[in-house]
């Protein structure tokens, strides 16, 4: 029992000792797979899986900051600056698109006589000849016609003779006899005038004369000498071209825009500056799969018959958009990931402002945030004040006039005064003398500021010529002027920025323009 017992014990320790051995193995096993996941995993789905649920993001580019700018009257009428009003008005949208004339089908008419025959003579023998309601086609042979004409005849004849009958219900017999062979010539379509000649001569005429029953272009023809003609035959297809349809290609982006009795306008290479007006009749309700645009059609009068079947067109489609608030489409600076405008506040202040834009409508678009009605806006030299404000943001020196910018703006804006001189005069490429005149609102000249003159010209690309920037700071010499020397590395015009600090603060900022002599 004693050796059981140890053996028993043994035994237990040995499987508790395997158990411990297997557990380490499967935890050593467990780790190196988490690692190779671990390297596995791309850098985004490592920041999802992060315990905080914070994303990695890659840093995107910023785009250069924009300041107001403060620019004199000569300085906006140098670069051509003009503005444009922000108001809310009616507009409408316009789709441009091309189309080809075509018949308009309601107006279309086809030639068919109701009885066999053959035809002799044809007197309408060309395609696109015009036809005049009532004007002869061709002469026709029918038999059948022929045997009713003599039945009317017979009909006539009969009447006459019983007309003066006193026996019951004969001469009522005849009458609907003549009256039963006239229905059948009018019903074969035989003209009155015929139907006249017919009972004025007492002759049957063999060679009937057929009359256009509408007025219009052939465009089928298929009536020939001696051709035998059946009730189902078509001799004449006749198009009334006073009014035609314009099938348009329409993008499916553009479908959603577009409805059924809208302005349409359309321009023809053939005829320079005319103008013709129609609208939209129906739109077709499937797109090619192939050119993703749909058919609209399109109706058009069409005066003096300029507009021909197969003609290439071009078209705007006028869709209106309500009263909206807009604002000239040339005053958007589109940077690429935002829009800009600039706001004019008045006496040079202009400030930037971002905006959202809407659809655009003809040559404005419009504005679903970011200026209200009434605002004036920059519409030119947009690019010169956008280059301009970021130049200032990039040297930090512009001060923005208190609110309300106008004429409070002008009272309350720092009254020093910087002049600049330079030695030589007019500046030349290579090293100047540049001098600064600082005074106050009264004359006094003003100590111990800060000055410095910034020299900028933007790159030419087509030159291949960088942007350069020169900044000269300037010492003190006394009696509020301060000297300094700087190098100019080209020659041609150079934008100057004047700026003067004292005590931390802007007492005098200027811009102006200077022409240097030299080669680039």
């Known amino acids: 029992m004693r050796n059981y017992r140890n053996a028993f014990a043994f035994a237990l320790v040995g499987n508790l000792v395997l158990l411990g051995v297997l557990g380490g193995l499967w935890w050593r096993s467990q780790k190196h797979k988490k690692m190779q996941a671990a390297l596995q995993t791309s850098p985004g789905e490592m920041a999802q899986n992060s315990p905080n649920g914070s994303e990695s993001t890659a840093m995107a580019p910023q785009e250069s900051g924009l300041v107001p700018v403060q620019l004199s009257p000569e ?23 091309t189309g080809n004339v075509a018949v308009d089908e309601t107006r279309l008419s086809n030639v068919q006589l109701r ?4 035809i002799q003579k044809v007197f309408a023998d060309a395609t696109y000849q015009y036809l005049r309601k009532g004007q002869p086609l061709f002469t026709i042979y029918s038999p059948d016609l022929v045997a009713t004409e003599r039945e009317y005849l017979v009909a006539k004849q009969n009447q006459q003779r019983v007309a003066q009958s006193t026996v019951l219900g004969v001469t009522e017999g005849a009458a609907s006899l003549l009256e039963a062979a006239t229905e059948r010539l009018k019903q074969w379509g035989v003209s009155q005038r015929e139907i006249a000649r017919l009972e004025s001569t007492g002759e049957v005429q063999k060679e009937l004369e057929v009359d256009s029953p509408v007025s219009g272009y052939i465009t089928e023809r298929n009536a020939l000498p001696n051709l035998t003609v059946q009730p189902d035959t078509r001799l004449y297809s006749v198009a009334d071209l006073s009014t035609v349809w314009i099938l348009a290609e329409v993008f499916q982006n553009d479908l959603g825009k577009i409805k059924v009795g809208d302005r349409a306008s359309l321009t023809v290479d053939s005829y320079p500056g005319r103008v013709f007006e129609g609208r939209v009749n129906f739109i077709y309700p499937q797109v090619d799969m192939i050119t993703r645009t749909a058919r609209a059609r399109l109706v058009f009068v069409n005066p003096g018959l300029k507009l021909t079947p197969g003609m290439f067109v071009n078209v705007v489609l ?15 600076l589109q940077s690429g990931t935002r829009q800009i405008v600039f706001v004019s506040r008045g006496n040079g202040y202009i400030e930037p402002r971002e905006v959202q834009l809407g659809a655009r409508a003809g040559d404005d678009f419009v504005m679903l945030k970011g200026v209200k009605a009434g605002e004036e806006i920059v519409t030119s030299a947009n690019f010169l004040i956008d280059s301009e404000s970021q130049l200032q943001a990039a040297l930090g020196t512009f001060v923005p006039p208190p609110p309300g910018a106008g004429a409070a703006g002008a009272i309350n804006a720092p009254q020093a005064k910087a002049e600049l001189t330079t030695e030589p005069d007019p500046t030349h490429k290579g090293s100047n003398t540049f001098r600064v005149k600082l005074t106050d609102a009264s004359g006094a000249p003003i100590p111990g500021a800060e000055v410095s003159v910034t020299f900028s010209m933007p790159a030419m690309p087509a030159m291949g010529m960088a942007a350069m920037r020169t900044q000269i700071p300037l010492a003190e010499k006394g009696n509020g002027l301060y000297e300094g020397q700087g190098k100019l590395d080209s020659g041609g015009t150079w934008q100057v920025t004047i700026v003067a600090k004292k005590n931390g603060q802007v007492v005098a900022s200027k811009q102006l323009s200077v022409n240097t002599t030299g080669g680039m």
């Open 75 to 97: 300085r906006l009428q140098s670069i051509g600056v003009k503005t444009g009003q922000v108001e809310n008005r009616v507009v409408e949208d316009e789709i441009r698109v």
């Open 115 to 118: 009885y066999s025959g053959y």
């Open 318 to 332: 006028k869709v209106p958009m309500g009263k909206q608030l807009v604002i000239p489409a040339s005053g958007v």
